[in-house]
């Protein structure tokens, strides 16, 4: 590994350079031609305005399972987009299972 490459590595370890993720996994796919998946918790990533609704799939979990929901096809997040919310405070709470802060029960002891 070229030591240019790990440098590179080592700085997006730090948490407040998650911001560059998306301008760099841009890069990557104009580069590269292939596809780019990025599954994020991240409201720092979410954030991006370059971030186009085409490009954002929320994965909305309900009592029969989690649904795939292009962030484009609802109304609602197409609404809050133009009344001046990011995506990440729109997507946060809309994938947030119900009753998520009981998960921390399963960590360790």
Same mark, same amino acid.
């Given at each position: 590994?070229?030591?240019?490459?790990?440098?590179?590595?080592?700085?997006?370890?730090?948490?407040?350079?998650?911001?560059?993720?998306?301008?760099?996994?841009?890069?990557?796919?104009?580069?590269? $031609?292939? !596809? =780019?998946?990025?599954?994020?918790?991240?409201?720092?990533?979410?954030?991006?305005?370059?971030? *186009? &609704?085409?490009? %954002?799939?929320?994965?909305?979990?309900?009592?029969? $399972?989690? !649904? =795939?929901?292009?962030?484009?096809?609802?109304?609602?997040?197409?609404?809050?987009?133009?009344? *001046? &919310?990011?995506? %990440?405070?729109?997507?946060?709470?809309?994938?947030?299972?119900?009753?998520?802060?009981?998960?921390?029960?399963?960590?360790?002891?």
């Amino acid at each position: 590994m070229s030591r240019d490459l790990r440098f590179r590595r080592l700085r997006l370890r730090n948490w407040k350079n998650v911001r560059v993720l998306p301008q760099m996994l841009a890069r990557v796919q104009r580069r590269s $031609g292939r !596809q =780019v998946f990025v599954s994020t918790h991240s409201p720092d990533l979410l954030r991006d305005e370059g971030i *186009g &609704l085409d490009e %954002a799939m929320l994965l909305v979990p309900g009592a029969k $399972g989690t !649904q =795939v929901v292009p962030a484009g096809s609802n109304q609602e997040v197409r609404k809050l987009l133009e009344g *001046g &919310l990011s995506l %990440a405070e729109i997507a946060m709470p809309k994938t947030r299972p119900k009753n998520a802060a009981q998960l921390a029960a399963f960590g360790d002891a």
